[in-house]
């Protein structure tokens, strides 16, 4: 199966996130594109089984260089498939309460996903799969265990193909 991936990382830790997930796609036998999305152009994107988009998420959203990607995707066939990574800060507890913010309060923090998946749904494409992976400081490093989760994505991604 051919898999395309664009990816915007600013600090990093989602280039590491795509580069395994490419990575583990490619042990398997599949081809992988693997692409920065500021050196390529969303109108011209070449055919695939997949579409994977990943982004972090900057005040709750993906970052606005994805979001304008997203927009003027076009890809040559409808109801391709599409799957979404986005990488967010780990929760932390308040400085001044000592409290970490309840599931409903981190939900607007992270946005990134229902987002991009808005956006691509009105292209008429259908999600697969997304993943969440999680950084825990500002330039890293990312959550313990990280590349576990990205193997079991890679897993889930390729049983809906």
């Known amino acids: 199966m051919k898999i395309e991936v664009y990816f915007e990382s600013k600090h990093g830790n989602g280039k590491k996130v795509v580069e395994k997930l490419a990575e583990d796609l490619t042990a398997k036998?599949?081809?992988?594109?693997?692409?920065?999305?500021?050196?390529?152009?969303?109108?011209?994107m070449p055919?695939?089984?997949?579409?994977?988009?990943?982004?972090?998420t900057r005040m709750g959203k993906p970052?606005?260089?994805?979001?304008?990607?997203?927009?003027?995707?076009?890809?040559?066939?409808?109801?391709?498939?599409?799957a979404l990574i986005a990488t967010h800060g780990a929760a932390k507890p308040n400085k001044k309460t000592g409290v970490i913010p309840s599931?409903?309060?981190?939900?607007?923090?992270?946005?990134?996903?229902?987002?991009m998946e808005e956006i691509l749904n009105r292209k008429g494409m259908?999600?697969?799969a997304d993943l969440q992976v999680y950084?825990?400081?500002?330039?890293?490093?990312?959550?313990?265990?990280?590349?576990d989760k990205?193997?079991?994505?890679?897993?889930l991604v390729l049983s809906k193909l």
């Open 126 to 128: 259908m999600k697969v």
């Open 29 to 44: 036998g599949h081809a992988v594109g693997l692409h920065h999305i500021g050196e390529v152009r969303p109108k011209e």
């Open 103 to 115: 599931p409903a309060e981190l939900e607007k923090w992270r946005r990134t996903i229902p987002m």
């Open 135 to 147: 950084v825990l400081d500002l330039k890293g490093p990312l959550e313990d265990g990280w590349e």
């Open 63 to 82: 970052v606005g260089s994805m979001r304008r990607f997203v927009k003027k995707v076009k890809v040559p066939t409808q109801g391709a498939k599409y």
């Open 150 to 155: 990205v193997g079991v994505f890679a897993e």
């Open 47 to 56: 055919s695939a089984d997949l579409y994977l988009f990943s982004s972090p």
